[in-house]
C-alpha cells in the first residue's frame, strides 16, 4: 500500500524555466556536484528532481569508472608499446 503525502500532490510540478535553471546549475564545476548531492539527498526537495539528480550523479558514476577503465587499458598498451621499441 502506498502511503500518499497531501502536501506533494497540492505543490505543482517543476516548470521549464526550473528545468533550465536547474539543468545549468548542475553544470556549474565543482559547484553543479554540490548542488546534486544536495538534491538527491537533501530534505524538503521536489520528487522530481531527487530522482533526476540520483540518475544523474548514476551517470557521473558510470562515466568516470568507464573513462578509468580506458585510460587503464590505452595506457597499458602505450607503456607496452613503447617498451617493446628498446
Known amino acids: 500500500m502506498e502511503i500518499i503525502d497531501e502536501n506533494q500532490n497540492n505543490r505543482a510540478s517543476m516548470s521549464v524555466s526550473d528545468w533550465v535553471l536547474t539543468i545549468f546549475l548542475s553544470g556549474l564545476p565543482l559547484i553543479g556536484l554540490v548542488l546534486l548531492f544536495i538534491w ?47
Open 40 to 86: 538527491a539527498f537533501g530534505d524538503n526537495q521536489r520528487p522530481e528532481r531527487v530522482n533526476w539528480a540520483k540518475a544523474t550523479l548514476v551517470w557521473m558514476l558510470l562515466g568516470i569508472a568507464l573513462v578509468s577503465i580506458l585510460f587503464m587499458v590505452f595506457g597499458a598498451a602505450f607503456l607496452a608499446g613503447m617498451a617493446g621499441m628498446d
